[in-house]
Each structure stands twice: as C-alpha cells, then as structure tokens.
C-alpha cells in the first residue's frame, strides 16, 4: 500500500496568515492526489484534485501543486473558516490511502 | 441537490454483524462508483470498500477483507456495506462516498458524501 504522509499533524496560525501543508508519498502518484477538508463533526469536504485542479466553488485562496511523491496545500490568506483539519489522499491505486491530517487552528 | 444518507449504524457486539445502508438522490446512482470511508473516534480518514457502478468490481482494505461486503442497488439507488465478525478496531463513523466522475471518466476520490454513521462496537 502507498503511505501518505502529512506534515505537519497541527499547526497554528492567525487569520491572513499564509499556511503550507506537505503531503509525501512513499512511492510515485503522478498527480494523483486529491485534497479534503474536515471540521469537527462534519464530513469531509472536497477541495482539490488531479493535485492542483480546485474543485468548482472552493476558494481561490486555496491552491495545491506537486506531482510524484511530493505535494503541498497552500491557503494563503487564512480566513476564520479555514480553520480544520485537512487530509490529502492519493488515488494512483488501491488501496486508496489518506494522509494522517494536518489540524490548523488559531 | 446531490445527497446521501447513511442508516443503520449503532451498537454492536465484539463477533456480530451490522449491516449500513445509503441512500443516494439526486444523481444517477447507477453511473456513479461508491465507496465507503470510516473514521475511527479522533483519528484519521480510511478507505473501506469500492464498488463499481454496475457492481461487478469491488475492493477492500485488507483489514475488512472477508468480513465486509460491499453491495448497491441501482434499482433503489442504495449502496450497503455487510458488517460481520466485528471488533474495537471497527468502530468508527461510516461515510459513503461518492467518485468522482466528469467527462464520462470516474477518478478514485470523493466528491460528495454522507453525513455518516457511528458504528460502535463493544460488549
């Protein structure tokens, strides 16, 4: 199995601040990542994938890039909804494999 | 408007067997590859199950592997998950999930999902 690794697990930051998550595969993925968004309680909420393509109506604050093993998540600009958990998921093959999560709170 | 709606969750004892269900509406259920994800209590997402929209592929995590089986009915735009010979390890919310699909080609992530389904399992 392909393991995903994120870092950091937490982080903390301000609003307007810009933060950057690393997501690394243990092996080649091409692009094919895809980035959640999780707040507590909820399911989690699609963001981006094919690593930098965001999905319809998300934020352009948000932004991803990287390709093969080694990926990262860019909200610049941090607002007071971002706060959450952000998972990234690799979809290159089965089985399907999250990244441990990275907590961004104030 | 896209929806799913997970049902049948609750409390379970260590060896039985719980069946979810989810109930899609909104989209053609039929086109759609499905999936299961859970989380268990303050930890992490992980991929459960697949199925194919016509039902004739399916995958599974290794850990579930002959104890979980994935199923959908088109005709009633439902998609279930048999649960047998339960641990701990195995509670957790249960999220259906939908995959992606655009241009008439299906990507292995999630686009929409269910609200989820706490499987508790414990004596």
């Known amino acids: 199995a392909i393991r995903m690794t994120q870092s950091p697990s937490s982080l903390s930051a301000s609003i307007g601040d810009r933060v950057t998550i690393t997501c690394r595969a243990s092996q080649g993925i091409s692009s094919y990542l895809a980035w959640y968004q999780q707040k507590p309680g909820k399911a989690p909420k699609f963001l981006i994938f094919a690593a930098s393509t965001l999905q319809g109506g998300v934020p352009s604050r948000f932004s991803g890039s990287g390709s093969g093993t080694d990926f990262t998540l860019t909200i610049s600009h941090l607002q007071s909804e971002d706060f959450a958990t952000y998972y990234c998921?690799?979809?290159?093959?089965?089985?399907?494999?999250f990244g441990g999560g990275t907590k961004v709170d104030i | 408007e896209v929806q799913l709606v997970e049902s049948g969750g609750g409390l379970a004892q260590p060896g039985g067997s719980l069946t979810l269900s989810c109930a899609a509406s909104g989209f053609s259920f039929n086109n759609y590859e499905m999936n299961w994800v859970r989380q268990a209590p303050g930890k992490g997402l992980e991929w459960v199950s697949y199925i194919s929209g016509t039902g004739d592929t399916i995958y599974y995590t290794d850990s579930v592997k002959g104890r979980f089986t994935v199923s959908r009915d088109n005709a009633k735009d439902s998609l279930f998950l048999q649960m047998t010979s339960l641990s701990a390890e195995d509670t957790a919310v249960y999220y259906c999930a939908r995959g992606f699909l655009i241009r008439g080609v299906t990507y292995d992530f999630f686009d929409c999902w269910g609200q989820g389904i706490l499987v508790s399992v414990s004596s």
């Open positions: 998921q690799q979809y290159y093959s089965y089985p399907l494999t």
